[in-house]
């Protein structure tokens, strides 16, 4: 990134985005377009961050709406950048050549490769589907981005792709063509997929926990169920309503979990100094544009003596979020427990279609607070089988 952005101010942000969209404007080769969507994604991220400086200063929420504006406005040059560039790519192919197969190099010279452009072969990918998706209906991408923005939430590019899942069944090909899910809105519902008992299961032959455990995302109670089978007491919340109760009859309390703070943490004693412990948790937090966000809260606010999350195992990547290095490099996990054979599918809360074979690696990431109170590691990848740890079934007497 060009150090004058990096050290520009907020006040500087809607200047830099008119400067994307008029070097979109008046770009005329693909290198131009190249250089405007550059501009548009390195004005985004600074947007990005600026916002969440703002939020972490408490910042009155028109001086952060203001800065979501940014990012939208950024999100909506980066977007009509891909369209450009996905039809400067395939006017410069030859006949036939993005059909079928991967694209190929024109042999004179007159066209250019994906590298040429600065594009991988999955970003050309891209660029293809939001082309795609803008032809079939023009005002998509400024559509959904507002729609964020009315509802106070941060644009992002995954929250783009899931906007249009939104739309109605009259344009099914248009979901299709941006990646996303075909379900609609009112079918995804609350977007709870239960987690399978074989993964619990694991994870109580696996580690061990104090004997309350918090579940801040306990659904209709998948994983407390279990838990509570092997002994344990559970502190049960989420976002959502489902009337989940523990076994002596207690509610779930509803919340955001985002916006929680923890009760009756412990003060204890090192040579470092004292420090704060709060009671174990256990859950299989929400995944998309709120996963970050929910284990940073976790580890920086709840500080849980120990906390195990069932995640993606992507999550062991990633270096562009502040949250997931927060996470991942200043609070290192000590286990991640890697399932070598993948779960069963976690199928959509009222599913009663055909049952798919998951297609998600997934592993129990375990963070452990040492003696001084941190989260040190070193971590240690441990692969396991789920079938190897599940009870033995009773045999008919």
């Known amino acids: 990134m060009p150090k004058a952005l990096a050290i520009a101010s907020e006040t500087q942000l809607p200047s830099l985005v008119k400067e994307a969209a008029a070097a979109l404007a ?3 080769n693909a290198a131009e377009v190249l250089a405007a969507r550059d501009l548009a994604t390195a004005t985004y991220d600074m947007a990005k961050r600026t916002a969440r400086l703002q939020k972490a200063k408490k910042a009155h929420d028109e001086l952060i709406g203001a800065t979501y504006r940014v990012q939208a406005d950024s999100l909506e040059i980066e977007s009509l950048a891909k369209r450009r560039l996905a039809d400067e790519y395939d006017a410069a192919q030859p006949a036939g050549a ?12 007159n066209g250019f490769t994906a590298d040429e452009a600065g594009l991988s072969r999955k970003q050309v990918f891209e660029a293809r589907q939001m082309r795609d998706a803008i032809e079939q209906d023009p005002g998509i991408v400024r559509r959904a981005l507002d729609q964020m923005l009315a509802a106070g939430a941060e644009p992002t590019r995954a929250g783009l792709k899931r906007a249009a899942a939104d739309l109605p069944p009259t344009r099914p090909n248009l979901r299709a063509a941006v990646g996303t899910d075909s379900a609609t809105a009112a079918e995804r519902g609350n977007n709870l997929y239960e987690t399978p008992p074989e993964a619990t299961h694991t994870l109580l032959a696996l580690e061990s926990f104090l004997s309350t455990v918090k579940e801040p995302a306990c659904g209709k109670g998948a994983i407390s169920r279990l838990l509570e089978a092997a002994g344990y007491e559970v502190e049960l919340s989420d976002l959502v309503d489902y009337g989940t109760c523990t076994r002596h009859g207690e509610l779930q309390r509803v919340e955001d979990f ?6 009756g943490l412990e003060s204890r004693e090192s040579a470092a100094g004292a420090f704060l412990v709060g009671p174990d948790i256990a859950t299989n937090p929400p995944y998309g544009a709120v996963l970050n ?6 580890l920086r606010v709840h500080r849980p003596r120990k906390m195990a999350l069932l995640l993606n195992l992507n999550f062991l990547c990633g270096f562009d979020d502040p949250d997931r290095c927060f996470a991942m490099d200043d609070n290192k996990p000590a286990r991640v427990h890697i399932f070598t054979r993948r779960l ?3 199928h959509r809360d009222g599913w009663d279609g055909n049952e798919a074979s998951s297609r998600m690696n997934t592993a129990w990431f375990v963070w452990e607070m040492n003696d001084g109170g941190e989260y040190a590691g070193p971590m240690i ?3 396991v089988d789920w079938k190897d740890f599940q009870p033995a079934k009773a045999v008919p007497a």
Do not use: I
Request: aromatic share 4%; net charge positive; proline share 12%.
């Open 26 to 28: 008046r770009a005329t």
């Open 258 to 263: 985002l916006q929680s703070t923890p009760a």
């Open 98 to 109: 993005t059909k079928g197969g991967r694209p190929k190099t024109v042999p004179d010279g």
């Open 344 to 346: 069963p599918m976690m």
């Open 293 to 298: 966000a929910f284990v940073a809260h976790a």
């Open 381 to 383: 990848a441990n692969r």
